[in-house]
């Protein structure tokens, strides 16, 4: 499948100096209600082979933590896992003051973001197709590709080529691929090393403007590594919004840092600069 063309001049006018970013946090950090949303693998948390190995960054989620208690400030933490994953891997609880969504937007513990996102939901339906897919992709891989991973998930089944050689990681995505998309209400989700088939309609940005909508944020801030995390940077256009591209490639964010460690330090940042906007206050 051909993408678009890849702009390279407008990339370059968005890796902002450090300098830019500084500023939009200073202002950011005033704004209430603000909205401080991130990604999860490759943003708070550094890729592993196994999926289900990855740990968020030392910190993070002390911060974020943090971050959630002050007053007139709403954390989100959006991911492509499913929220009974995203709980194992992160270690929140349903008492952390943390918005959850999951299988890119088509679950949530917000009630609001839910029934947004009802139009998007697995019917059962879509659950029978799932179980086909996963058992074809399965197949594929026993067969033909045993060094990839396969990874279940509420709303779709993912391939995961993390830490294979190009030669033997290209061709089991491209059979996932050719899978996904002979099949008729199947979504083929391409990220960083993994391909996801999804039975739902649901994305990142639908479901964090669901979301915006209840918290009426006057900022918000969004941290996102992949591809999906562009229909979020693509939303987040209003001048007070934040939106951070982490590491490199082609992206609609405004602004851009290197990897988890640089998040790790900006969301450190972020609580330094609203800790001292509510003394201030």
Known sequence: MTGAPKDEGADRRRDRPDAALATALDSAATAEPLLVATDFDGVIAPFNPDPLAVQPTAGVMQTLGRLARLPHLHIALVSGRDLTTLRLLTGLTPDDPITLIGSHGAESTNPAVRAAMESASVTADDLARLDSLEVELRELVTTRHPEA???????????????????????????????????????????????????????????????????????????????????????????????????????????RVTDTDAVASLLGDLLTRRTASERRG
């Open 149 to 255: 991973r396969v990874e279940r998930k509420t709303a779709g089944v993912a391939l995961h080529t993390r830490g294979l050689a190009e030669a033997v990681a290209r061709p089991a995505l491209e059979e996932a691929r050719s899978l996904g998309q002979s099949q008729q209400g199947v979504r083929v989700l391409e990220g960083k090393s993994v391909l996801e088939l999804s039975v739902s309609a649901a994305d990142k940005g639908s479901a964090l403007v669901a979301l915006s909508r209840t918290i009426g944020p006057t900022a918000r801030v969004y941290l996102g590594d992949d591809v999906t995390d562009e229909d979020v940077f693509a939303r987040f256009e209003a001048p007070g919004d934040v939106t951070v591209k982490v590491g490199p490639g082609s992206t609609a964010a405004r602004y």
